[in-house]
């Protein structure tokens, strides 16, 4: 399975930086196995309106919101998610955000996680975390 970091939706719906738009788009369009994590979608609902100058409104986030959950299933956290998440935040340092949204994809069995915030970082041998917007 493949999860999208907060930043990776918001950049779908950017219309000011459109090369990020269009990457955000095309990995939406080639990921066959993506799901959205709880934490990305309520994230993404509070972090929209910095899209307010291009016109982006509350309830178009709930409508792009809408449609991400229509193509991506919705993973909700576990107790177990909690945990591991305590530990990634008081035991290593990470933020808050990030130990849960790793967490939430170690638990789900998330092979991949497309993030431009935390790249090189991984809890586990299992998960990687890839910068889509880095071009090698």
């Not at 509350?58 to 956290?77: G, H, K, T, Y």
Request: charged share 20%; hydrophobic share 50%; with cysteine.
């Amino acid at each position: 399975m493949t999860a999208f970091d907060t930043n990776v939706l918001i950049y779908a719906c950017d219309k000011a930086n459109p090369d990020r738009q269009k990457r955000a788009i095309e990995l939406f369009t080639a990921t066959v196995d993506g799901v959205l994590l709880w934490q990305v979608a309520c994230e993404f609902i509070a972090a929209s309106r910095k899209l307010a100058p291009q016109g982006f409104t509350p309830q178009d986030a709930w409508s792009r919101l809408a449609e991400f959950i229509a193509v991506f299933p919705l993973i909700v956290p576990s107790e177990p998610v909690i945990a591991k998440a305590q530990l990634l935040h008081l035991r290593d340092g990470w933020s808050f955000w990030d130990a849960m949204i790793t967490a939430a994809c170690e638990v789900a069995n998330v092979k991949r996680l497309y993030t431009e915030d935390m790249p090189g970082r991984s809890i586990s041998g299992t998960l990687e975390i890839v910068n889509p917007f880095v071009r090698a």
